[in-house]
């Protein structure tokens, strides 16, 4: 079944996790367009209701957008996401793009890749 457009979506790394927002379900080839919301670091997934610092989260809305497997992502919860609003919009607009976040979320894309690769290459 598709993922409808505007559905936010994660792609979780250890303890890291990337949010987005899907902009397209490719069918066809099983494939997510994905615009990178933000990527949040060292927050268990057992500890949702804990609060995370702004150290721990970077806004990727600048960012490149995602082609990837659909079975990659996991329909992100509402209670998941909404804590992180406070930091995609904040009170006073942020005033210059951040250029280590586009270093982060290709770190993080590298270490889900090869994170895939590796098992699938144990599953041979």
């Keep these: 079944m598709p993922l409808p457009t505007g559905q936010i979506v994660r792609l979780t790394q250890d303890q890291s ?4 927002e899907v ?3 490719v069918t066809s080839r099983n494939m997510l367009w994905v615009r990178p919301l933000v990527l949040v670091e060292s927050w268990p997934e057992s500890d949702f209701d804990i609060q995370i610092s702004s150290q721990q989260v ?8 995602l082609l990837w497997p659909t079975g990659l992502f996991t329909v992100a919860l509402d209670t998941e996401v909404l804590p992180l609003l406070n930091y995609l919009y904040p009170e006073k607009p942020k ?8 270093v ?9 890749w090869q994170q895939q690769w590796a ?4 599953a041979s």
């Design 23 to 25: 902009i397209d379900h």
């Design 119 to 122: 098992n699938r290459d144990l």
């Design 104 to 112: 982060n979320l290709r770190r993080f894309i590298r270490q889900v």
């Design 58 to 65: 970077q806004d990727l809305r600048e960012e490149s957008h």
């Design 17 to 20: 996790r990337l949010y987005g």
């Design 95 to 102: 005033t210059e793009k951040n250029p280590e976040t586009a």
